[in-house]
């Protein structure tokens, strides 16, 4: 299966060397535009990041991209761009910020074939994508201000630990974990804990972190969330001001969550291993990877006892600057007695290591 990916991704790599590029001038006549085709691909995987007031370059205006054409070319062909994080086929994800094959060739064809504009006609109607403001009916989310946090001018990554009071939410379940990012120049990401618990992330390209509705995080009585600020530095100093919201949860929200936590211990020089075992049933709805920039690349799979296997998470280049957060599309199953491992390739002393938050039966009996 990886060798078919593998090879797959080879392929497209050398159709997209061979494709030379055509001059400006050359007369063209491809079918693809920017206001039908491009511009859609490009709201969907770039515009989270690139919007105007984003982390890097506005990639939002026929002009800009134009401009761009052949450093965005250069990025998407050597898989930076949008940053390459986890491998494709392996795991599913409910928001998967990378380009699928389709997408990759509709752009390829268009930067390659003079970037026409196209039809004015074709325009998909204005969306404003790095400001979704997402609510849910019911009683109002509770809402907690971070403490403003100044981001040094050019710093390429800034992590900042902040911790907070839950006030109204403290002692409560929660249903989701929302953040609004304050300043959108400069956030990159963030993880939220109560205690030593994952609650959830936000991600440019992933707003919302909700479990199941059966399922819900209970915060402590004298709740402490903890937020884990992730900041690339712009060209000058920054402040961000981001808030937390934190969702009540519906009374039927009967189960808990819990984290499962497996890391690898070293077993020769680069590579370490380290699995865990399943003792009472439980089913995995999110995870996320340890950051450290000395691991290079990590593998997370499940055996069964009926000896059914599957790969969790396969991240061959792991980039330590994305606070990167996979929610499964649908729960995966750990039945008791199932195995999971990690397999790493890590070049530094601290223990690669990734956490799994799960769903366990619901404790109280049902009426
Ligand atoms: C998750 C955020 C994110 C997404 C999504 C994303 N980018 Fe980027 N992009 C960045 C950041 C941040 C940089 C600056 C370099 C870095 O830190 O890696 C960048 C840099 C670039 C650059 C180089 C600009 C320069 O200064 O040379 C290009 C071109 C680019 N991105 C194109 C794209 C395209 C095309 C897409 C969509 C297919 C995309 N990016 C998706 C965050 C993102």
Known sequence: MRIL??????????????????????????????????????????????????????LAAYPDVRAWGRAIREEIVERRMPPAIVARGYGQYESDPSLNAREMETLLVWLDGGMPRGDQADLPPVIDASHAHHHSPGPAPATIALP?????AGEHLVVRRVTVRAGAAAGKTIARVQLLPGNSRVLR??????????????????????PPTTHAFQLPARGDVTVELYYRGADAPQVDASTLELTFAAAEARGRLGDIVVEAATVKTGAARGSVQIKQPA????????????VTSMELRVE?????????????????????????????????GSVVSLVAESAGASAPRVTLSVMRSPTTPRP
């Open 148 to 152: 403003p946090q100044t981001v040094p």
């Open 283 to 294: 089913s995995v709805w999110a995870l996320y990877p340890a950051l450290d920039s000395s």
């Open 5 to 58: 990916v593998a090879a797959a991704a080879g392929l497209l790599l050398l159709l997209a060397v061979i494709a030379t590029p055509v001059r400006a001038h050359d007369p063209v006549d491809i079918n693809v535009s920017y206001n039908k085709e491009v511009i859609r691909i490009l709201q969907r995987k770039c515009e989270p990041c690139h919007g105007s007031g984003g982390l890097s370059v506005p």
């Open 189 to 210: 990401g963030a993880r939220v804990f109560a205690g030593n618990q994952w609650i959830g992330s936000w991600l440019p390209w992933q707003h919302v972190m909700a």
């Open 304 to 336: 069964r006892p009926d000896e059914s296997t599957e790969v969790l998470m396969w991240i061959p280049q792991l980039r330590a600057e994305w606070p990167l957060s996979l929610v499964m599309r649908e729960p995966v199953e750990l039945p008791a």
